[in-house]
C-alpha cells in the first residue's frame, strides 16, 4: 500500500513524499524473503533443500525433445493470462506490478535505486524486486507443458524462480488452476505509464 501511496504522491506533484514512501519500502525483511525463495547458492546454501523438499515418482522428468516450441507467451497472451488471473501471485498472494513500472519510476526519480540495469539482487530495490510479475508454467516448460493460457499463470519473482522446474506435487503446492483467482483493486500501478 506504502507503493500505491506513493504512485499516488507522485501524481499529485508531491514527489518528496513519493521519493520518501519509495524508500521506506526498499527494506532487509523484503530482501531477505525474496533471497529465501530465489537467492544464489553462495546467498543461502539452503535454498535447493528448502524448495525442493520432496521427490515423487512417475512425474514428468525433464526433456530436450518434444518441448513446445514457444517458450515465452507473447504480448496478446500475457494480456489474456493477466485478465484471467489478475495481479497477484497465484502462490503466494503478493500483489504484482510489471517492470515497466519501476523503470518508469527509475526515470522520474533517478537519484534513487529502483531498478538497476544490473543482474545483481543487491542493486534493486527489494518491494519492487518481491513484486516483479512473472509468467509461469504450472507444468514447466522443461517438463513438457505447453505454453498456452490454460498452462500459464502470473506469479511474483521469488515464486517463479524459487519454482524453477519442479511440479507442483513436488514441491507441496496446489494447483492454483483449480481456485478462483484473487480479485482486489489492485492495479499494479498502471497509472504510472499513464501519468508520463
Known amino acids: 500500500m506504502l507503493l500505491d501511496r506513493a504512485v499516488a504522491h507522485h501524481m499529485a506533484g508531491n514527489r518528496n513524499e513519493a521519493a520518501r514512501l519509495i524508500l521506506q519500502t526498499d527494506r532487509d525483511d523484503i530482501r531477505a524473503f525474496t533471497e529465501s525463495l530465489w537467492g544464489s547458492k553462495a546467498a543461502n546454501p539452503d535454498q535447493p533443500t528448502y524448495i ?21 507467451p507473447n504480448r496478446s497472451d500475457e494480456y489474456a493470462i493477466v485478465a484471467r488471473w489478475g ?58 507443458g505447453r505454453t498456452d493460457i490454460e498452462n500459464v499463470v502470473v506469479t511474483c519473482a521469488p515464486c517463479n524462480y524459487g519454482k524453477g522446474d519442479c ?16 480479485r482486489t483493486s489492485w492495479d499494479g500501478l498502471e497509472r504510472m505509464l499513464i501519468d508520463g
Request: glycine share 6%; charged share 25%; hydrophobic share 40%.
Open 52 to 72: 525442493r523438499w520432496r521427490s515423487i515418482s512417475g512425474l514428468p522428468e525433464p526433456a530436450e525433445g518434444n518441448l513446445d516450441r514457444k517458450r515465452e
Open 87 to 144: 495481479r497477484h501471485c497465484v502462490y503466494c498472494g503478493v500483489p504484482l506490478i510489471r517492470n515497466a513500472i519501476p523503470k518508469a519510476l527509475q526515470a522520474a526519480y533517478p537519484d534513487l535505486m529502483i531498478w538497476s540495469p544490473s543482474n545483481r539482487n543487491a542493486e534493486q530495490h527489494a518491494a519492487f524486486q518481491l513484486m516483479w510479475m512473472q509468467f509461469d508454467h504450472v507444468v514447466p516448460h522443461s517438463r513438457g
Open 167 to 182: 511440479m507442483l506435487e513436488e514441491l507441496g503446492l496446489n494447483d492454483p488452476r483449480l481456485r478462483p483467482a484473487v
